[in-house]
């Protein structure tokens, strides 16, 4: 039956500060403001000295309680400053690399040998694709390793039926399969640190329909007239079908070389969960053709910031990041292509079913969707629950003594908090977790009707998205298979 279908809800965005929900930040400048105005009562004599101090109290309340998209003036302040020096930088423009070139803030990494052979590559600043070689009875197992997070990441592409067309009871019943995946990632003294998954789409046109029509057109006299008809087929269907794909990478700590006792440790440790991975997804009715090697992962990084995006591709020299970048406040040039990303700030508050997503993951264009989750330990979320108990009993006497009005949304955050303490004595696992989604087009024109088309597929999927401004190139490694986006 239809009544009997689980529904779905989130919890609000926790906005706990420091003292009544300020931030430190903001505690700050409205001390600042204060003092400022003290200092113009006692310097300056007269109307002169009041009337600079209630200049000094409303600009200090003006920038501690002003917000813009869930930011204050200051974080706004701060992010302007960092673009802007970004900027005076300009932009990053060069030739064709090649082995061995060094580009300002860009380097290339020689000496990944998967089976096709030699790959030389561009790369992200602080990131090397690496591979742990093929052995008895295991697959070669391309790595990215992340230097800044101290992470080692290996990606599985996974396929299934069509969520969307499925009966309310099997979507139900396939969520309820990958909660039990997130359990067995998340169990006592688990080697995973994120887990992420991504989902990308893109024009039949660019990729695989036209490859596909040509390659069968190329051996129609073996097999008759019937071949000649599903090309011209293909080729005439191929601007309105989506292609999608789905992947999920999986983060470990490790170090930096994958050579040495602790690389080989850390590569038993990536092998033996990626196994364990695979054995959970099959039970949830997922498949995988096993883990991507580095020509693999190469080209969907490469396929990211690429003019022509496909699932798979045959060259052995990989950009793992644009040769030519410019950023804007908005947006991304990444080669010939813009980008724009946005976060998930609030993921549906009102009762939803298991497909609340199909709006957004269903519409067209060129679009990667990721969300990036984090285990938390049993202790520390236990410790984390009591603390946050503690800190909304005490901030609500501050706040009542005060004379602040109680509203919806505080209440909603203390009934959440109850209830992460209630999960947890059950047994359920805790994961911190963020999504973002980046939208792709040709020109600008082109990008502001696919971000337009984004945002309303966003509200019919109850989502509220935002967009990263200021922090554009960051933000576009987050729907990368890097397993980042989480502080």
Not at 422 to 443: I, K, M, N, P, Q
Request: include cysteine; proline fraction near 5%; charged fraction near 25%.
């Amino acid at each position: 039956m239809v009544d009997d279908v689980p529904r779905y809800s989130f919890d609000p965005l926790e906005r706990r500060g420091l003292l009544l929900g300020l931030q430190a930040n903001q505690i700050a400048i409205a001390s600042t403001g204060l003092l400022a105005a003290w200092v113009a009562i006692r310097v300056l004599a007269g109307s002169g000295g009041v009337l600079m101090a209630l200049g000094c109290v409303v600009a200090a309340g003006a920038a501690t309680f002003w917000t813009k998209d869930g930011r204050t003036a200051a974080s706004w302040a701060d992010l302007s400053l960092r673009w802007c020096f970004r900027r005076l930088r300009g932009p990053l423009i060069s030739g064709e690399p090649l082995d061995g070139f060094r580009l300002s803030g860009i380097r290339p990494i020689v000496g990944v040998e998967p089976a096709a052979g030699k790959i030389s590559s561009i790369a992200l600043p602080g990131v090397e694709l690496s591979e742990l070689r093929a052995e008895l009875g295991q697959p070669a197992v391309g790595v990215v390793i992340d230097m800044a997070s101290g992470n080692w990441v290996a990606v599985l592409p996974v396929r299934g039926r069509s969520f969307s067309l499925l009966d309310p009871e099997d979507q139900a019943r396939r969520l309820d399969s990958w909660r039990v995946v997130l359990n067995s990632l998340a169990r006592p003294g688990t080697s995973v640190r994120r887990v992420q998954w991504i989902e990308r789409t893109w024009q039949a046109g660019d990729s695989t329909l036209l490859e596909t029509a040509r390659t069968l057109d190329l051996a129609d006299r073996q097999c008759g007239g019937a071949v000649r008809s599903y090309a011209e087929v293909a080729a005439g269907a191929s601007t309105a079908v989506q292609m999608h794909a789905a992947f999920v990478a999986v983060a470990v700590p490790g170090p930096r070389t994958v050579s040495g006792e602790a690389g080989r440790r850390t590569s038993d440790v990536i092998r033996r969960e990626l196994r364990l991975l695979e054995g959970q997804l099959r039970n949830g009715e997922l498949w995988t053709s096993g883990p991507l090697d580095s020509n693999g992962i190469a080209g969907l990084m490469e396929s990211a910031h690429s003019d022509q995006p496909s699932e798979s591709r045959t060259r052995t020299r990989r950009f793992l990041w644009a040769i030519a970048e410019d950023e804007g406040w908005s947006f991304l040039r990444a080669g010939g292509t813009l980008h724009a990303t946005y976060w998930i700030a609030e993921w549906p508050r009102i009762e939803v079913g298991p497909d609340f997503m199909s709006p957004l993951l269903m519409n067209g264009g060129r679009r990667s969707v990721s969300v990036t989750m984090a285990p938390v330990p049993l202790e520390r979320a236990a410790r984390q629950v009591r603390s946050a108990r503690t800190a909304d009993v005490a901030d609500e006497q501050l706040r009542s003594r005060a004379g602040f009005v109680p509203n919806a949304r505080r209440g909603k955050e203390a009934e959440s908090t109850v209830r992460r303490e209630e999960e947890l004595a059950v047994g359920h696992a805790e994961y911190r977790f963020s999504g973002y989604v980046t939208v792709s087009a040709g020109d600008r024109a082109g990008l502001d009707l696919a971000c337009a088309e984004t945002e309303h597929a966003a509200q019919a999927a109850h989502l509220e998205i935002r967009r990263l401004y200021g922090r554009q190139r960051d933000a576009f490694t987050f729907t990368m298979p890097l397993a980042r986006g989480l502080r």
